[in-house]
């Protein structure tokens, strides 16, 4: 069983920068494909990116491109999201999730979900 635990969110104003951080344990990191998602009250839960376990593959947003950068260290079991250039409209529950499988845009697809960090883009 994969426990995730994410960190990193917060009040930030408008064009600045976050980076949050996904810890893993209980399971072996390495195997894992790992999503970052998000979800704005009112709305469904959005995909934001996804990373193979080799970081090999790395998918995005067309909301978030260009802006965010995943990324993950397996000796560390951590994996990151670095968000750029943040907008109002990026305010949202962030979280991070794991599958068994390759990177996978679609929510239902991962096994292990976090409880998620509050990222709030002031305008």
């Known amino acids: 069983q994969v426990q995730l635990v994410e960190s990193g969110g917060g009040l930030v104003q408008a064009g600045g920068s976050l980076r949050l951080s996904c810890a893993a344990s209980g399971g072996p990191f390495g195997s894992y494909a790992m999503g970052w998602f998000r979800q704005a009250p009112g709305k469904e839960r959005e995909f934001v990116a996804t990373?193979?376990?080799?970081?090999?593959?790395?998918y995005y947003a067309d909301s978030v491109k260009g802006r965010f950068t995943i990324s993950r260290d397996n000796a560390k079991n951590m994996a990151y999201l670095q968000m750029n250039s943040l907008k109002p409209e990026d305010t949202a529950v962030y979280s991070c999730?794991?599958?068994?499988?390759?990177?996978?845009?679609?929510?239902?697809?991962?096994?292990?979900w976090g409880q998620g960090t509050q990222v709030t883009v002031s305008s």
């Open positions: 999730a794991a599958r068994i499988f390759g990177p996978s845009t679609t929510p239902l697809n991962y096994n292990y």
């Open positions: 990373i193979s376990w080799s970081g090999g593959a790395i």
